[in-house]
């Protein structure tokens, strides 16, 4: 795989696109606009109780807030004005720009009529966008939002959030009914056909198209050559093919796992912060309800611990699924497809994503910078000496070699071995037998099936079903390096403690090494960025900054050797190796 290319060999339009993204997010929404505020000032006091004092409810909080402002000498922070006309010219000539990159654009080959599949994909397929296009588009994208928040009325901003919720839930549910799959990539069908091929009423089909349609997710149209009336057939729009699940099975799973990851457990915040108290996801010991299924019964009760490490961390994942006892793996075992989409969705953001989240982090360099030391760069490239000096030790001492003697990586929680097997693929100095893949038990028979149907990239690497709560096996102690990617995001300070201690014992007395690859919580807040620690909030879970991770390291007796950021890829890494003692507490 072909190592990321540097910062210094982007065009000058990325460094333009730095400038213009910073004079965007310097004019900071945090604070409510003059506008907002008149709009806010100008509801209808008659909608208030009025107080003791004949005051509003409103008039009284006010009060009370700027009577603890005056107290403490604070001032209200203000939000610098935001210059349209500037704003407006840079959308323009970006705009140009893209035009001029399209209109440079080869046409993609066609095919003959007769060859032409209407579903056929490839056929209808255009040509990939290149760098500069995909930036030219994200960063209109991201203007243009800017400008429509900014001179949008308040109320609107908020209505266009209340659109967003049914247009999700639409697509939703056209997803789940494989929907976008009976639209023709070319030419139209009619409601009709598609309700009967859904076998769902028509009526409720076209509710729920027109609402797409609304959106610009699908092409609405009529064919009697009437202008009134609503749309009778639907054809896609160049959102919608992706979310065929025939043609594009990875952007369908991702768009399947980010509702099901996300909305799902959103719904039941209110619900869940009502039971668990306003408090992160964490070990808990209260009594939750448990709806017994079988008899239609609802019960309280209290999962029981299985030992200190296993604590019962309630999320809104679980009860949003109707499963508020389970873990969020456990609830993903009760439903196969969707856990399948899951994986499907993890594989897609491995084969497509660059950093910590996928691509060849680690083996043909890591573009993050480290917080101390702005020269040293993070490469796993060393395993490489390493492994030839190990085999080269075993010939001179036992007179053969055998790489399978003693582990040099140990991918902890790997899944189906996305990250071993770029490695393996990238620095062939590794051996498979020096590798050791673990995950859940489900999970490592996945990849025996796997390898048994001809995927051979793991072929030679011991798998083994290992719960990392636990100690590491004999088998696995004393390994280079244990890789833990994308594995502490999914739990709590308390849990993620315990798992890094259960591998600070495996490396007693070695040189070994323990490299977090995970997402970054930045510190100037994204959208994107939030969103995913919201997620993972819902699935017990958070993303952590480079305080978070060194707190984390400090608690498990483990030291931090480097920390490096990627900050346009939200991304980190964390090496540790085992503390002096002084840090961290015994188990």
């Known amino acids: 795989m072909a190592t990321p290319k540097s910062n210094a060999s982007m065009s000058t339009l990325e460094a333009d696109n730095k400038n213009k993204s910073e004079d965007m997010e310097s004019q900071s929404s945090f604070a409510p606009t003059p506008e907002a505020e008149s709009e806010n000032e100008s509801s209808s006091d008659s909608q208030h109780k009025k107080g003791n004092d004949g005051s509003t409810g409103n008039e009284t909080e006010l009060k009370e807030t700027e009577k603890a402002t005056t107290s403490t000498g604070a001032t209200t922070p203000s939000a610098p004005a935001f210059d349209f006309v500037k704003a407006a010219e840079d959308l323009l000539a970006d705009a140009r720009k893209l035009k001029a990159t399209l209109d440079s654009k080869p046409t993609p080959p066609s095919s003959s009529p007769e060859s032409a599949k209407p579903n056929d994909a490839s056929h209808h397929a255009p040509l990939p966008p290149s760098p500069e296009e995909i930036m030219l588009r994200q960063r209109i994208a991201k203007l243009g939002k800017k400008i429509a928040f900014e001179t949008a009325p308040a109320m609107e901003v908020l209505k266009s959030d209340w659109v967003t919720i049914a247009d999700v839930s639409a697509w939703n549910i056209f997803l789940h009914w494989r929907a976008f799959d009976h639209i023709p990539l070319t030419g139209s069908i009619s409601i009709a056909d598609l309700a009967r091929a859904l076998d769902a009423d028509e009526s409720l089909v076209s509710r729920i198209a027109c609402m797409l349609i609304s959106t610009g997710k699908l092409v609405g149209s009529r064919l009697d050559g009437k202008d009134q009336g609503p749309p009778t057939h639907i054809s896609h729009s160049r959102i919608s093919r992706l979310l065929r699940t025939n043609t594009s099975p990875a952007t369908a799973a991702l768009a399947i796992v980010s509702f099901g990851?996300?909305?799902?457990?959103?719904?039941?915040?209110?619900?869940?912060?009502?039971?668990?108290?306003?408090?992160?996801?964490?070990?808990?010991?209260?009594?939750?309800?448990?709806?017994?299924?079988?008899?239609?019964?609802?019960?309280?009760?209290?999962?029981?611990?299985?030992?200190?490490?296993?604590?019962y961390v309630p999320t809104p994942f679980s009860l949003g699924w109707g499963h508020p006892a389970l873990a969020p793996w456990e609830v993903k075992a009760r439903y196969p497809e969707y856990a399948r989409h899951f994986e499907t969705a993890m594989a897609a953001k491995d084969k497509g994503a660059q950093g910590a989240l996928g691509g060849d982090l680690g083996v043909g360099g890591y573009r993050g910078v480290n917080s101390e030391d702005p020269g040293r760069k993070f490469s796993l490239t060393w395993l490489a000496e390493l492994s030839q000096k190990k085999l080269l030790l075993q010939q001179h001492i036992l007179g053969y070699t055998n790489p399978s003697l003693k582990p040099l990586v140990v991918d902890v929680g790997g899944g189906l071995g996305h990250f071993l097997a770029n490695l393996l693929a990238n620095i062939p100095e590794v051996k498979p037998e020096q590798c050791i893949l673990q995950d859940r038990a489900?999970?490592?028979?996945?990849?025996?099936k796997n390898i048994e149907?001809?995927?051979?990239?793991?072929?030679?690497?011991?798998?083994?079903?290992?719960?990392?709560?636990?100690?590491?096996?004999?088998?696995?102690?004393?390994?280079?390096?244990?890789?833990?990617?994308?594995?502490?995001?999914?739990?709590?300070?308390?849990?993620?403690?315990?798992?890094?201690?259960?591998?600070?014992?495996?490396?007693?007395?070695?040189?070994?090494?323990?490299?977090?690859?995970?997402?970054?919580?930045?510190?100037?807040?994204?959208?994107?960025?939030?969103?995913?620690?919201?997620?993972?909030m819902n699935l017990g879970g958070k993303l952590r900054n480079e305080e978070g991770y060194r707190k984390l390291c400090k608690e498990a007796g483990l030291k931090v050797m480097g920390y490096w950021v990627d900050v346009e890829g939200a991304s980190c890494v964390v090496e540790c190796v085992e503390g002096d003692g002084t840090d961290g507490s015994e188990e």
């Open 261 to 311: 990851n996300g909305m799902k457990g959103f719904a039941k915040w209110p619900e869940y912060f009502s039971t668990y108290d306003r408090h992160e996801p964490h070990p808990t010991g209260k009594e939750i309800l448990i709806h017994d299924s079988g008899t239609g019964i609802v019960v309280t009760t209290k999962r029981s611990a299985q030992g200190s490490n296993k604590v």
């Open 442 to 448: 489900e999970v490592i028979a996945q990849v025996a």
């Open 453 to 536: 149907g001809g995927d051979e990239r793991l072929k030679g690497v011991k798998t083994m079903a290992h719960d990392f709560f636990n100690r590491q096996p004999e088998e696995a102690m004393g390994a280079a390096v244990y890789v833990l990617r994308r594995v502490l995001l999914d739990y709590c300070d308390e849990q993620a403690v315990w798992i890094l201690k259960r591998l600070r014992c495996a490396l007693h007395g070695s040189e070994g090494r323990i490299v977090i690859m995970e997402g970054v919580l930045l510190d100037k807040p994204a959208p994107e960025n939030r969103l995913v620690d919201m997620v993972m």
